[in-house]
Every structure is written in C-alpha cells, then in structure tokens.
C-alpha cells in the first residue's frame, strides 16, 4: 500500500509527488493520457518563475525527471473510481487497483473543443486556449476567438492590445459575457464580432491559415488568420469521483484554497478544483498545498 496516490500527472499532480516525496512518503501517480497535462500543447512557456522560455513539453519532462529521481512511481492508467474506507482508499483502474492512506485528485479540466475538420492537427501550432500563454507570439498579427462569454471576452481584449485585429466569432446572435467586457471590448478599434456563425473548419495544409465559418442561413465565409483562440468552456475530469467529493454546477471540485475535500484522507489540486485563475503556477501551487494536507492526514492517522 503506498501512502498517496495521485491521479493525474499535470503540473498539480507531479509537484504533488514531488513535496510527498520529499516528506519521505511512498508515492504513485496514475495519468491517463500523457505525463505532463494540458502545458505539453503549448509550443513555448515564459510565465514560469525562475527558468528561460522553454516549451511545455520540455517543462513536463524535467517535472517527471524530478519526481522519477526521488523514487515517486508513475502507472500509464486510467482511474475509475475511488472506494474510500477510515483507513484506506482504494483506486479502481483500468489496469488494476491500486491501495493508499491518502488520495489526491488532480485530474485537470480539458478544454471544450470545437469539433471540426482540422482542428486536432493545429493544436499547438496555430489554435491555442490560452491568450496569456501564446498571445505574445503572434503580435502584430491576425488573430480569432471563438466564444462570447467572459473567457472569450477576456482573450480578445488582451490579444486587441497584442495584434493587428482580432475577429471574435460567436454562434449567438449576441455576446454573453459581462456588460462591462462588452463595452470595453466594443471601444477597440480592431475588433470585429462576427454573430451567429460557427466554425466549420480550419484551413491549412502544412501550416494553420485560417478558418471557414457558417452563418445561420448555411453560408460559408473564408477568414485568414495567423491563429485561433479556442474559449469555449473547460470540461473538469471529475465524474468518476462524485461518490467521494463535492461539484459545483460546472463539476469542479468544491475546495477552497486548502485543497480539502469533505472526504478525510482525499484532496484535489489544481485546474480540476473550483477556482478563478488556472495556470500553470497556480496549478503547482495546490500540488505543494495537497500534498502537505495529505502528509499531515497520514501523521495523524493511528500507528
């Protein structure tokens, strides 16, 4: 039985490991997907404290490096469900189970994407989810974002003080964001909002160049653009868990800043949890906090 088992290897989830591991605790991370999380998509990262711009795969391998070298085990593993008892949870997989004196979920949010031809090909390479990880790379360039709620409101105006014009594309035939983001976003310039339109494709061959949109009458339009900012929702990797913690309405964990859930023994860190800003330093921030709850729950548990 190991003391914690983390499911998810993000950044939440291996700074997790890491503090565990440094508190002398035995460690297994399970990750369904890739090691690393959401941050590998992104071609170059420079908001990180302390390290050069690097690209997020490079940062995830030096995270997995790291808690590899402190004996933290990783499994390639899909977790299903956790069975929680007062001295033990188990976690259900899609290879096994697996047994721990504490759990912390740090299973990450996925972004909501659009569905199109051509889309999967230029994630990372001309469609991003993130103005303030990539908006600098295209400054003084063409730009779209697809969405009309605060998120989406809130990227174009941050990329309308980066590019040249940014077209927001909106399948309403009005944005329903907040008032305020509405009007200061109708005070630049060099924005456009196209409505009631969706996108039905991205162009490209080798390279991203721009996207097909339809209108509600079912005619097409053709818009260059040198990239496209997807914010059309996140999508919170929850589900499998409902049996053992709290959701809001979205299905984020409900947990403060303390990472407790009302499960003793289980936590949550990072872009799963119910929170306002989700980057990467904030991600890495809950894995130092749940991993240090979890130590101190293992403490108090009886010899």
């Given at each position: ?133 990539d908006g600098a790379f295209y400054q003084g360039k063409s730009v779209g974002v697809v969405g009309g709620g605060n998120s989406a409101l809130q990227e174009a105006l941050l990329l309308a003080d980066l ?141």
């Amino acid at each position: 039985m190991y003391d914690i088992i983390i499911i998810g290897g993000g950044p939440a989830g291996l700074t997790a490991a890491l503090y565990a591991k440094r508190a002398n605790k035995s460690v297994l991370v399970l990750e369904k997907s890739a090691f690393g999380g959401q941050i590998t998509f992104s071609p170059l990262v420079e908001n990180i404290p302390g390290r050069e711009p690097l690209s997020g795969n490079d940062f995830a391998a030096s995270l997995v490096d790291q808690v590899l070298e402190l004996g933290a085990d990783l499994e390639p593993a899909e977790a299903l469900e956790i069975k929680s008892s007062a001295d033990e949870k188990t976690v259900v997989t899609d290879s096994g189970k697996f047994s721990a004196k504490a759990v912390i979920i740090a299973c990450g949010a996925k972004h909501r994407t659009l569905g199109v031809p051509g889309e999967e090909r230029f994630i990372g390479s001309g469609i991003s989810f993130c103005a303030v990880c990539d908006g600098a790379f295209y400054q003084g360039k063409s730009v779209g974002v697809v969405g009309g709620g605060n998120s989406a409101l809130q990227e174009a105006l941050l990329l309308a003080d980066l590019c040249e014009h940014v077209t927001v594309i909106q399948n309403l035939d009005f944005l329903t964001g907040e008032s305020r983001l509405c009007e200061r976003l109708a005070s630049k310039k060099n924005v456009e909002v196209i409505y009631g339109s969706t996108v039905s494709s991205i162009n490209g061959d080798d390279n991203f160049e721009g996207v097909t949109v339809k209108n509600s009458s079912g005619e097409e339009k053709y818009i260059p653009l040198d990239g496209l900012f997807v914010a059309i929702g996140l999508i919170p990797q929850n589900a499998p868990f409902a049996s053992v913690i709290n959701t809001d309405s979205f299905g984020y964990a409900a947990s403060g800043e303390d990472c407790l859930t009302e499960t003793p023994g289980i936590f949550v860190a990072g872009d799963c949890r119910a929170k306002k800003i989700r980057q990467v330093t904030t991600a890495c921030a809950d894995g130092a906090v749940a991993a240090l709850a979890a130590c101190d729950y293992i403490e108090g548990l009886p010899q």
